[in-house]
């Protein structure tokens, strides 16, 4: 059989739910499947907005800057569930590229019982450390009780939040961006009404303070989670997790960890790092807090056309790697740059040329505006480095080679930036030196990725996965293809 032959039967094998991104236009992939993932973090990064506006106008500067300090720990946690489901959307993605039914619902089921394992593990674990970790960061004493209270409280949503990482990197595993999203939206608006009626004890609830926000996380994830399940099976979805039949496959499972480790680890660096420039930042008092918590929504904000895009790319990657039509990978490649390039260019301009009214939206302090406006005006034009290397990023991982992205992120926190930080900052005597700091890594990150794109080494299959044929056993979802 010649490779059309091949190409033809494993397109006739491929289930009939999702979205086959292995035909087609590869631009009107790309918006198409972005747009969802996109308006969902557009609705999550609107939902901090509020929360911070709450936190921060009306509950001040400590409350803030707890919520600041909290972040990156709670993130190290996160990245460990994220780094998981990252695999799992991975596997399913050039499995279904493949047409492989059978190896899909191995990857479903040994994926559910790792990340439920995970997550509990973990939610102990962070219970238990929270203040020892927090006062290693050198959290200032005023806003510690509180950061130890809320980062507790919200730890108790972390197995409902793995849940929903799993299920919607499954679904846009198979090509499918919408279903998540509508679940996603749900929960964000149940939680911006919960937010200020917990928060401030209104219609007879009790006033909760920054607790109430986290409170209304963990109701609000829990409620998703579990409504998002009941409607997959409701449909049938192939993806559904079933918790009483699953079973473990070992080699199915070890894979999952071989490449999720690595993206965990990846995250996890990323937010360990953050703990440590958090700490240097904490040095030069709380308004200095208060500033790197309010830029931090404006960077994530910037940041979302990039990674939403980089996530399309890596399961139009995945599925293209999976079919074995590597010639597409180019034409992702540059699409991805136009497209996730001209967004974050424009939203550079806009950062970069009205700092101040951005900054008006979290915070009124003065002082903390005009921190954080030096931040902006350092890091803002090099936004366009992060959109590049979340494209070539989400090339890389979709291939599997999480592990060069993990290497990737080494060099860039832990040779540049946090060293650097440190350095210059005592330097200049300022936080300032953390912002140029910032700013470099944003570039060493950019070139490390490029470069390792441009090297073709990704190429190189982490995974043996072979189209199949369209035969019974295939449509039927027997093994038919190996690890």
Request: aromatic share 10%; glycine share 10%.
């Amino acid at each position: 059989m010649n490779q059309k032959q091949v190409e033809e039967t494993s397109k006739q094998s491929k289930p009939s739910f999702g979205r086959d991104l292995t035909t087609g236009s590869i631009p009107r992939h790309l918006v198409a499947f972005s747009l969802p993932m996109l308006a969902g973090s557009a609705l999550q990064t609107a939902y901090s907005f509020v929360n911070a506006i709450w936190v921060g106008k009306f509950l001040g500067t400590d409350a803030l800057a707890a919520v600041t300090v909290s972040f990156p720990v709670v993130f190290v946690l996160i990245a460990l569930g994220a780094g998981l489901t990252v695999a799992t959307n991975i596997l399913i993605s050039q499995y279904y590229g493949a047409g492989n039914l059978g190896q899909l619902r191995k990857v479903i089921d040994s994926s559910t019982i790792l990340i439920v394992v995970l997550s509990l593990a973990l939610l102990i674990v962070g219970e238990l450390f929270t203040p020892h970790i927090l006062k290693a960061m050198d959290t200032p004493p005023n806003v510690l009780p509180m950061a130890i209270q809320y980062m507790r409280i919200f730890l108790l949503s972390l197995p409902f939040g793995f849940g929903l990482f799993l299920v919607r990197n499954m679904l846009q595993g198979i090509g499918d961006s919408k279903t998540p999203l509508y679940f996603q939206s749900a929960g964000l608006l149940l939680t911006i009404a919960l937010d200020p009626v917990l928060m401030f004890g209104l219609i007879g609830f009790p006033k909760l303070g920054l607790n109430g926000t986290a409170w209304a996380t963990g109701i609000t994830h829990a409620l998703a989670f579990f409504a998002l399940v009941i409607y997959l099976h409701k449909k049938n979805n192939p993806v559904a997790p079933y918790w009483r039949s699953a079973r473990m496959d070992w080699p199915t499972a070890f894979t999952t960890i071989r490449i999720g480790v690595p993206s965990a680890v990846q995250q996890s660096l990323i937010s360990v790092g953050m703990v440590f420039v958090i700490g240097i930042v904490n040095s030069f008092g709380e308004t200095a807090t208060a500033a790197f918590g309010a830029v931090g929504r404006v960077d994530q904000l910037a940041f979302l056309p990039a990674m939403s895009f980089s996530l399309a790319i890596s399961t139009l990657s995945g599925q293209n790697i999976g079919a074995n039509k590597l010639d597409r990978i180019r034409e992702i490649f540059k699409w991805g740059c136009l497209l996730s390039g001209g967004v974050t260019l424009l939203g550079t301009a806009i950062v970069v040329g009205m700092p101040n009214l951005l900054l008006r939206i979290f915070v009124n302090d003065p002082v903390v505006i005009n921190i954080g406006v030096s931040y902006l005006h350092i890091a803002g034009p090099l936004y366009i480095c992060f959109a590049i290397m979340f494209v070539t990023n989400g090339i890389i991982n979709g291939a599997g080679h999480t592990i060069v992205t993990t290497v990737i992120s080494l060099i860039s926190l832990w040779i540049v930036r946090v060293p650097l930080a440190y350095w210059l900052s005592g330097k200049l005597d300022s936080v300032v030196g953390v912002w140029y700091a910032m700013a470099l890594s944003f570039f060493v990150s950019m070139i490390c990725s490029y470069a390792y794109y441009r090297s073709g080494r990704w190429k190189k299959p982490v995974t043996r996965v072979k189209p199949v044929p369209a035969t019974p056993e295939a449509a039927f979802g027997d093994e038919v293809g190996e690890i």
